[in-house]
């Protein structure tokens, strides 16, 4: 886990920032807040943070058909600061902070280039924990979303490829642990479902990461994806 993470916030509602502000934990430093489009592009461009927290929905600009202002956000910040770092690639992470639980809405700042998406009724600790998760490389979503980005990004019908060989290389715990951590659960979280220690849990992904020659989280939940594991 990274030890330290600044944020920025993207949120039209100034007592929805102050208050989540404040239940984010000691770890995270807020270095910008934002209120439409335009004002997000301008802070997250100057601050450059390791994760922007971010509505799907923010006034401002006109935006694509079928996109929306977060979308928008994403996008536009993620050129500003490609150009302000001579067309390095930013380091900044995108995270989508929402009440809204539509596919349409999942699927478009994902294609846009966030690593995850959370709901507003996540508590601070959740989010904290998103935070940190993605600031580390990791893609996170809360568990009743992620089967919109599997039916999105998946192989099409028909073309999916046969894992049983794959599988059988992992125990049964081992694969249960996969198929929580590819949903996007937290370790604690598995922990908490499977009844098993947290370190027990980081010892069966490291297990799981291995034996199946990946290095992230990301590219687990892109493998399980692809077989229609989830």
């Known amino acids: 886990m990274v030890e330290h993470v600044r944020v920025v916030i993207v949120d039209d509602h100034s ?60 996008r536009r910040a993620a050129a500003s600061l490609r150009q302000a770092q001579d067309g390095a690639e930013p380091s900044t992470r995108f995270l989508a902070l929402s009440v809204s639980d539509k596919a349409e809405d999942v699927v478009g700042v994902i294609r846009a280039g966030a690593r995850g998406y959370i709901t507003k009724g996540s508590s601070g600790a959740d989010v904290s924990r998103a935070v940190h998760a993605v600031a580390g490389g990791d893609a996170v979503f809360s568990p009743k979303l992620a089967g919109f980005v599997l039916d999105a990004f998946g192989a099409p019908v028909g073309e999916t490829a046969s894992a049983s060989d794959e599988l059988d290389r992992l125990s049964a715990r081992e694969q249960e642990v996969m198929r929580l951590i590819a949903r996007g659960y937290a370790y604690k979280e598995v922990a908490a479902e499977l009844f098993i220690s947290t370190k027990t849990v980081e010892t069966h992904v490291s297990a799981v990461l291995r034996k199946l020659q990946l290095s992230s989280r990301h590219e687990l939940t892109a493998w399980a994806n692809a077989r229609r594991l989830l």
């Open 15 to 74: 007592i929805f920032r102050s208050g989540l502000k404040a239940d984010l934990d000691e770890t995270i430093e807020v270095v910008g807040e934002a209120h439409d489009v335009e004002s997000a592009v301008a802070v997250v461009t100057d601050a450059a943070p390791d994760v922007v927290l971010l509505d799907v929905h923010l006034p401002g600009v006109a935006v694509p058909a079928g996109t929306s202002g977060g979308a928008e956000v994403i």
